[in-house]
Each structure stands twice: as C-alpha cells, then as structure tokens.
C-alpha cells in the first residue's frame, strides 16, 4: 500500500513539472533561460531536455544531475 502511495505522489509531482514546463513555454518565457539545471527524474530526462530546449537561449547550458547513475 505505501509503494502505491509513493507512486501516486511521484505521478502528481511529475504532472506537475509536466504543468509547469509548458506554462514557462506558452507565456513567451520560451528562449529566454541561460541555464536549466535538472536534478533528479531519469526515467523522463528525455522529454525534460526537449522541453529545456525550448527555453532555452542559443547557446545556453542544460546541465543534468545523476542521469547515468543507478
């Protein structure tokens, strides 16, 4: 029951980071970050890297936290 708890909670947080991505991209924030640090979901690095690409300025830097760690 507690594993099906935390599942819960780690989906909303996701949703919610999910949410919070794509309100930066549609209020014009798009391309205007120098720098995104992300710390923490591997299993959506992927999609956040994309979604950091679009607010993202050229030449700006993504930098990721433990992704190849296990």
């Known amino acids: ?11 909303q947080l996701l949703f919610l980071l999910s949410l919070c991505y794509r309100t930066l991209i549609e209020s014009e924030e798009s391309g205007t970050f120098d720098f995104i640090y992300v710390d923490g979901d591997k299993l959506n690095a992927n999609v956040i890297y994309e979604l950091s690409l679009k607010l993202l300025r050229t030449n700006g830097i993504i930098a990721f936290d433990n992704v190849s760690s296990h």
């Not at 029951?1 to 935390?6: D, E, G, K, T, V």
Request: proline share 0%; charged share 0%.
């Open 1 to 11: 029951m507690q594993a099906i708890s935390l599942l819960s909670t780690l989906l």
